[in-house]
T-cell receptor, first 115, second 114 residues
Framework: KAGVTQTPRYLIKTRGQQVTLSCSPISGHRSVSWYQQTPGQGLQFLFEYFSETQRNKGNFPGRFSGRQFSNSRSEMNVSTLELGDSALYLC??????????????FGEGSRLTVL | AQSVAQPEDQVNVAEGNPLTVKCTYSVSGNPYLFWYVQYPNRGLQFLLKYITGDNLVKGSYGFEAEFNKSQTSFHLKKPSALVSDSALYFCAVRDGAGNTPLVFGKGTRLSVIA
């Protein structure tokens, strides 16, 4: 069974640009969560989608947005990039809504560098 | 709101010695507790979880964790550390009372020295 796939793995952008990251969950998983990982802050929750609906949202500015498609694939977008957005963005899927007892399965992440 | 604290940024242990990585949590309802491990340039891998039942939970690669409700702790342990255990370890908690996301601690870097 294929794992969680995130693309691109690495990307470099400049301030003010926007970026779109993609995540394909494990087949059959309908819940997708996104996290931002930085050395100082650890993992910060961005948002969670289940069946194309955003179910939870973290404390990030409106520049961060996401969506989920009918095939459960998810994208997140960051507009007007700032230097502080440089981070590893991790996607995780689970078989049910994340507010349950199941563990999350993580992709390897998309490492964004903003210059 | 739930939260997790991992009081040690770094833990160093000699190969063959027991290791402990500490975690304390705060939730309103019943805690669902998880440990994950991250190797360099990789995503997080699930190690073990506590939902209910026996306070001692056994997981992958010989790791175990003990749930202590009175101390609101969920420390990760292994009887004999391996150099290959060197990685970044994350504790996470979800409030079982509601539909809330999984919240992670800031991570503890474990270094096992040969």
């Amino acid at each position: 069974k294929a794992g969680v796939t995130q693309t691109p793995r690495y990307l470099i952008k400049t301030r003010g640009q926007q970026v779109t990251l993609s995540c394909s969950p494990i087949s059959g998983h309908r819940s997708v969560s996104w996290y931002q990982q930085t050395p100082g802050q650890g993992l910060q929750f961005l948002f969670e989608y289940f069946s194309e609906t955003q179910r939870n949202k973290g404390n990030f500015p409106g520049r961060f947005s996401g969506r989920q498609f009918s095939n459960s694939r998810s994208e997140m977008n960051v507009s007007t990039l700032e230097l502080g957005d440089s981070a590893l963005y991790l996607c995780a899927s689970s078989s049910r809504l994340a507010g349950n007892t199941g563990e999350l399965f993580f992709g390897e992440g998309s490492r964004l560098t903003v210059l | 709101a739930q939260s997790v604290a991992q009081p040690e940024d770094q833990v160093n242990v000699a190969e063959g010695n027991p290791l402990t990585v500490k975690c304390t949590y705060s939730v309103s309802g019943n805690p669902y507790l998880f440990w994950y491990v991250q190797y360099p340039n990789r995503g997080l891998q699930f190690l073990l979880k506590y939902i209910t039942g026996d306070n001692l939970v056994k997981g992958s690669y010989g790791f175990e964790a003990e749930f202590n409700k009175s101390q609101t702790s969920f420390h990760l342990k292994k009887p004999s550390a391996l150099v290959s255990d060197s990685a970044l370890y994350f504790c996470a908690v979800r409030d079982g009372a509601g539909n809330t996301p999984l919240v992670f601690g800031k991570g503890t870097r474990l270094s096992v020295i040969a």
